[in-house]
């Protein structure tokens, strides 16, 4: 499926596929490149290409959007990312959030799913906020 939504290789297709992929909530009023950049991200997950929901996470967090869309990052790619290969990025996720004030806001809208004890453990301690 990868292959379907081949991941952006240059900061001007990044920023591109951000601004979709923020553009795209709410559903019901998408575009097809909206739906194609919410698709991705969710193919990327699935087919365990986590590296670039990792850099589509650290490049789309700084953005600005509506708080409900800032929360679907949280609860969306953030929360499965952890719940998924959280043992790989648990260290990556707890240096950016002690240095970015955004980043930990961004974990306060993670919910536990099926992370392990350890990386849970380690999201709440780091969190500033829970919302």
């Known amino acids: 499926m990868l292959d379907e939504f081949p991941v952006p290789s240059t900061d001007a297709e990044w920023n591109e596929f951000i601004e979709a992929w923020i553009a795209g909530w709410p559903i019901a009023d998408r575009t097809e490149a909206e739906k194609w950049a919410a698709d991705a991200v969710t193919d990327w997950a699935l087919e365990e290409k986590h590296?670039?929901?990792?850099?589509f996470?650290?490049?789309a967090f700084?953005?600005?959007?509506p708080d409900t869309t800032f929360a679907i990052l949280a609860a969306g790619p953030m929360e499965d990312l952890l719940s998924e290969f959280g043992p790989l990025y648990i260290d990556?996720?707890?240096?950016?959030?002690r240095t970015n004030?955004?980043?930990?806001?961004?974990l306060g809208g993670v919910w536990r799913?099926?992370?392990t004890d350890e990386v849970?453990?380690?999201?709440q301690k780091i969190r500033s906020i829970v919302w």
Request: aromatic share 10%; net charge negative; charged share 40%.
């Open 57 to 59: 996470i650290t490049r």
């Open 101 to 106: 004030p955004r980043f930990n806001e961004l």
């Open 62 to 65: 700084g953005k600005e959007m």
């Open 113 to 115: 799913l099926s992370m």
């Open 51 to 55: 590296e670039p929901v990792w850099e």
């Open 120 to 123: 849970w453990e380690r999201v």
């Open 92 to 97: 990556r996720v707890e240096e950016l959030a």
